[in-house]
């Protein structure tokens, strides 16, 4: 059965409740009467003749039918939101940057790249997300972010139309608290064997190249935790936990800010940062403004 139109109301109600798992804590969000949305989603259902949900255990979850129409929302309701921005925009004269920041970039460098966009002539309102980096990169093609700061490029030949754009790159050096300098910084890297050392997760792009970096130097640390965030890995390494590994660029602030100090240089072993966008060329003027700061040296 075809139908002529789609009530949009109906529309939120599915896809609030396939978002949340269940009409219960679908009411409870929009604050509403179960009975309320359990008519809706009975409603949309007749209207299309297609059954959208399905109980799987304690939660309900799309049938086919339904994930195609959860795409079809996801790109709807964003649609809506870019739209509440270009009105906002009109109104205030204000610019809107939504920014998805991978877990694993180090946040004093988002920081940085972010920072950027205060100088324009133009006032800037940043909203930022941090996430997983497919759940961001989902996020971006689905128009729900206008560009992902991460430390790693998008694979050739993936599913979604979404464009790598290296901002820079800088090389790395470890660091720890000064009790850890003072064991280990003389005859680095050598000293590193059966040292303590906080790295990131072997779903990070900069893993493999630091345990690549230790196999070179013929080194055994003793690794005492792994992260996939990398505002923990700095926090437990603040507090003496192991030494850890930082782009040269923040020296400056991994001191000021983590007490940490420089135990050894590792020119080999650089980190790279990445803007990803929806389109080849970057055409939102506040991503533009990051661009040409990056160009102006921020990595050196």
């Known amino acids: 059965m075809k139908h002529s139109g789609l009530n949009f109301r109906h529309l939120y109600f599915f896809w609030t409740v396939a978002k949340e798992g269940g009409v219960t804590r679908a009411a409870e969000k929009l604050g509403l009467a179960v009975q309320t949305i359990s008519m809706q989603l009975a409603s949309l259902e007749q209207s299309i003749g297609k059954q959208l949900l399905e109980p ?12 195609m129409a959860l795409s079809y929302c996801d790109q709807i309701f964003a649609l809506g ?9 009109a109104d205030t004269g204000k610019m809107r940057l939504t920014v998805g920041i991978s877990d694993s970039l180090p946040k004093l460098i988002a920081y940085r790249l972010l920072q950027a966009t205060q100088n324009m002539g133009k006032q800037v309102r940043l909203v930022c997300m941090e996430d997983e980096f497919e759940n961001l990169l989902a996020d971006l093609a689905l128009g729900k972010l206008d560009v992902v ?51 990131p997760t072997r779903n990070n792009a900069l893993r493999g190249r630091i345990d690549a970096w230790l196999v070179q130097h013929n080194v055994r640390p003793e690794i ?19 030494m850890f590994f930082a782009p040269s660029a923040l020296a400056q602030d991994i001191e000021d800010q983590f007490g940490a100090v420089l135990i050894g240089d590792a020119p080999e072993l650089r980190e790279h940062f990445y803007a990803i966008s929806s389109a080849r060329k970057i055409t939102h003027p506040a991503i533009e403004t990051i661009l040409n700061e990056v160009h102006s040296g921020l990595f050196a």
Do not use: I
Not at 56 to 67: C, D, M, N, S, Y
């Open 224 to 242: 005492v935790g792994e992260f996939e965030d990398n505002a923990m890995l700095n926090t437990f390494g603040r507090n003496g936990l192991g």
């Open 56 to 67: 799987q255990g304690r939660r309900l979850v799309p049938t086919e039918a339904g994930r």
């Open 81 to 89: 939101d870019q739209l509440q921005d270009a009105l906002e925009e």
């Open 149 to 199: 700061l991460t430390d790693r490029t998008v694979r050739a030949g993936g599913s979604l139309k979404v464009f790598s754009h290296l901002l820079g790159e800088s090389d790395m050096k470890l660091f720890g608290t000064p009790k850890l300098a003072r064991k280990y910084r003389r005859n680095f890297p050598a000293s590193l064997d059966g040292a303590p050392l906080l790295l």
